[in-house]
């Protein structure tokens, strides 16, 4: 009779852990953290270049020739939409910073897909 309380017990103790698996933020949102999933928007290029003149040119150049930081003239080639929207978003350790906080997810990939499209 003991044993099959213990058993009851142990089970209960299992599909509660099962529950937490599931319902705790995880292994998912660590994810979605290194690499930001990006809204879907149409793209708008009179706010994309409005965006990019009030934040980006100061590093990259009014021509997006580049400056203190790199040229992006160029950068639909090298990168794709989602590789910058996820370089704005969080960043770059070589002095991109990141503009999660000033600017919202929709003009983040409304920029990064104007850009995608400089090649
Ligand atoms: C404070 C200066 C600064 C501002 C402001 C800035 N950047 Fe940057 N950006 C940099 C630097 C420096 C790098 C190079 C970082 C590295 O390679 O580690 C960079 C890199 C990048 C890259 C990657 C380029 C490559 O060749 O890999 C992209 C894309 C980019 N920036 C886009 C933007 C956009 C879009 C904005 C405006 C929303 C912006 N940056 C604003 C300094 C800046």
């Given amino acids: 009779m003991h ?14 852990a099962i529950v937490l698996m599931f319902t705790l933020p995880g292994k998912e949102e660590v994810a ?8 879907p928007v149409t ?5 994309a270049e409005a965006l990019v003149k009030a934040n ?12 203190m930081g790199p040229s992006l003239q160029k950068i639909g080639s090298q990168d794709d939409v ?3 929207y996820t370089t ?4 770059k350790s070589g002095g ?7 600017l919202k ?3 983040i990939a409304n920029v990064a897909m104007w850009l995608a499209e400089k090649k």
């Avoid at 979605?32 to 809204?39: F, L």
């Avoid at 793209?43 to 706010?47: H, P, S, Y």
């Avoid at 991109?96 to 000033?102: I, L, R, W, Y």
């Fill in 105 to 107: 997810d929709e003009e």
């Fill in 96 to 102: 991109m910073p990141s503009f999660k906080d000033k």
């Fill in 43 to 47: 793209m708008d290029a009179g706010q």
């Fill in 88 to 91: 704005i978003v969080k960043g």
């Fill in 56 to 67: 980006c040119i100061t590093c990259h150049g009014d021509q997006l020739q580049g400056g």
């Fill in 82 to 84: 989602e590789k910058i």
């Fill in 3 to 16: 044993k099959w309380i213990m058993s009851g017990v142990f089970f209960a103790a299992c599909a509660l």
């Fill in 32 to 39: 979605e953290e290194a690499k930001p999933t990006m809204p």
